[in-house]
C-alpha cells in the first residue's frame, strides 16, 4: 500500500535547490553501493563541492551528524567512514531522515555548503525527489527472479525499476558481448530508452589496517585467513583463488561488530599459521582500526583490499560522467576539468 501511495502523489516529495543525486537498489545488501558512491565523488569532486549523505546503518548514534577522520564506526558507520577517509575534501554527513539531512547541510556556512550532494542507499527514500535517481542491479541477481523479503532478497517491489533514471549492472564479467548485454536487460526488463551501464569490480593493491605497524611483508605470502562481514564475499573469493594458494575464510554477519571473542580466534589462527597474511575487507576494516582488543602483535598482520566500480568499456565511462555532470549547473564548476574513472 505503501509504494502505490507514494505512485499515485498522494505522499509529497521535496526537490531542494542543489542536484542531489541518488544511488540505490532493490535487494538487500551486496550491489556495490559504497563504491559507485565513491566513483561518482570521483566525477564530482575536481569541479564542485560534494557533500555524501548516508544514513550509518548500524551506528549507534541518533540524527544527523558530520563525519570526522578521527570518528569510529559506531558513531557514524563503516561506509560513511570509509568515504571520508578517502576523500578527506568532501563533506560525509549520516542522518536516517534524508530530507532533514539534506537541509542541515544546506545550512553549513557559504564555504563548505555543497553544490551536490551525494545520497547512498536511498532509493527507497521517496519524501526527497533527486536530480538523479540511480539503480544498481547485481548481475547474477536479476530483480524479476527474486522474492521479496522474507523469501526473497528483494526489499522492494521490482517493478520500482521504471523510477530509475540510469541503472548500473554491478559486478558483471570482464568481458561481455552484445548478447549477453541484451539477455541481462531482458532478465531485468530494463527498457531501451532507460540509460544502463555494466561494471565490475576493481580489486586495489592491499593496504594495512593499521598504516604504522603493518609489516607488508606478509602481503607477499601465499596463505590467506580471509574473515569478512559482508553481504555476498564470492567475488572476493574468486579473485583471490587466483592469487594465493591456501585461503581460509571466517564469515560474519553483514556490518558484523567484531567482539573480543572473535578477535581472539583471529589471534589463534595468526599464532596456528604464522605464515598467512590475515585480510578483510575495507568496510570491516573501518571497524576493527578502533577495536582496543587487538594487540600490537596482530596489527602487523591485519590488512584489507580496497575495492573500486570500474565499466567495462571508456565509451561507458564517459556516458555515465556525462549523465552525472549533467544534471548539474556550469556555473557551480570550481575546480579543474579532470576525472577519474
Request: proline letters at 6%; aromatic letters at 8%.
Amino acid at each position: 500500500m505503501r509504494n502505490l501511495l507514494y505512485d499515485k502523489g498522494l505522499f509529497k516529495s521535496q526537490q531542494f535547490d542543489v542536484p542531489v543525486i541518488s544511488i540505490g537498489n532493490i535487494t538487500v545488501g551486496g550491489t556495490g553501493k559504497t563504491p559507485t558512491t565513491e566513483l561518482i565523488v570521483r566525477i564530482l569532486k575536481p569541479q564542485h563541492k560534494v557533500a555524501v549523505l548516508s544514513r550509518g546503518y548500524k551506528r549507534k548514534t541518533r540524527g544527523f551528524r558530520i563525519v570526522d577522520t578521527d570518528s569510529t564506526a559506531s558513531e557514524v558507520g563503516d561506509e560513511p567512514l570509509q568515504i571520508r577517509k578517502k576523500y578527506e575534501d568532501v563533506i560525509v554527513a549520516v542522518d536516517a531522515n534524508r530530507k532533514r539531512g539534506i537541509t542541515q547541510l544546506l545550512a553549513l556556512p557559504q564555504e563548505m555548503r555543497p553544490e551536490v550532494i551525494v545520497l547512498d542507499d536511498a532509493y527507497q527514500h521517496r519524501k526527497v525527489r533527486p536530480s538523479k535517481n540511480i539503480l544498481l542491479i547485481d548481475y547474477n541477481r536479476p530483480l524479476f527472479r527474486d522474492n521479496l523479503l522474507p523469501i526473497g532478497r528483494l526489499r522492494d517491489l521490482p517493478e520500482q525499476i521504471r523510477r530509475a533514471d540510469a541503472i548500473v549492472i554491478t559486478k558483471s564479467p570482464e568481458h561481455l558481448d552484445e548478447w549477453e548485454r541484451d539477455t541481462i536487460k531482458k532478465a531485468n526488463r530494463i527498457n531501451d530508452d532507460c540509460p544502463c551501464f555494466f561494471a565490475r569490480i576493481k580489486y586495489c593493491p592491499i593496504e594495512p589496517i593499521f598504516a604504522e605497524e603493518g609489516d607488508k611483508r606478509y602481503i607477499y605470502s601465499k596463505e590467506v585467513g580471509l574473515f569478512t562481514g559482508i553481504a555476498n564475499v564470492k567475488p572476493l573469493l574468486m579473485h583471490l583463488s587466483d592469487i594465493y594458494e591456501q585461503i581460509t575464510h571466517t564469515s560474519y554477519g553483514d556490518h558484523h561488530e567484531f567482539t573480543r571473542g572473535n578477535i581472539r580466534d583471529i589471534e589463534y589462527f595468526a599464532r596456528s599459521n604464522p605464515q598467512s597474511m590475515l585480510l578483510t575487507t575495507e568496510k570491516d576494516a573501518q571497524r576493527l582500526v578502533s577495536n582496543r582488543h587487538i594487540s600490537p602483535e596482530l596489527k602487523k598482520r591485519l590488512f584489507y583490499i580496497p575495492i573500486e566500480t570500474e565499466f567495462l568499456t571508456i565509451e561507458e565511462g564517459y556516458h555515465f560522467r556525462n549523465l552525472i555532470t549533467g544534471c548539474i549547473p556550469a556555473s557551480t564548476a570550481t575546480g579543474s576539468t579532470l576525472f577519474e574513472f
